[in-house]
């Protein structure tokens, strides 16, 4: 029983961090997303070939940009985790009290 609850706290934890991760990375990805069109657009080009800091700003954009989206990668990674950690948590519970444990025909326990 106590492996099982550790389990399910490690499965949970799993679960909550990919979503505290997934919000990190869309509140990123939102906060830099009006400066990376602006960047990738013609006007951006032409910025950046005229002026070493706008060329800079926009380096940085795209950089912000790269780790929302491995931000949010991650973010699914460990909430797929989470998800299959607590499945598995619960059906490794066995059968239930209530139920009889099958046996086989000849009345021996199914390994014996």
């Known amino acids: 029983m106590a492996h099982r609850q550790m389990s399910v706290r490690r499965a949970v934890s799993a679960?909550?961090?990919g979503l505290a991760v997934a919000a990190g990375g869309f509140a990123l990805r939102a906060h830099f997303q009006?400066?990376?069109?602006?960047?990738n657009s013609g006007l951006g080009a032409v910025g950046q070939a005229f002026s070493g800091s706008v060329?800079?700003?926009c380096t940085l954009v795209?950089?912000?940009?790269?780790?929302?989206?491995?931000?949010?990668?991650?973010?699914a990674i460990l909430v797929l985790l989470g998800i299959v950690g607590l499945v598995s948590a619960h059906r490794s519970d066995?059968?239930?009290?209530?139920?009889?444990?099958r046996r086989r025909p000849d009345g021996r326990g199914l390994f014996g």
């Open 15 to 17: 679960l909550i961090g």
């Open 34 to 39: 009006v400066d990376a069109q602006l960047c």
């Open 94 to 101: 066995g059968p239930p009290p209530n139920k009889p444990r």
């Open 55 to 57: 060329a800079t700003n």
């Open 62 to 75: 795209t950089t912000a940009t790269d780790v929302a989206s491995f931000m949010l990668l991650v973010a």
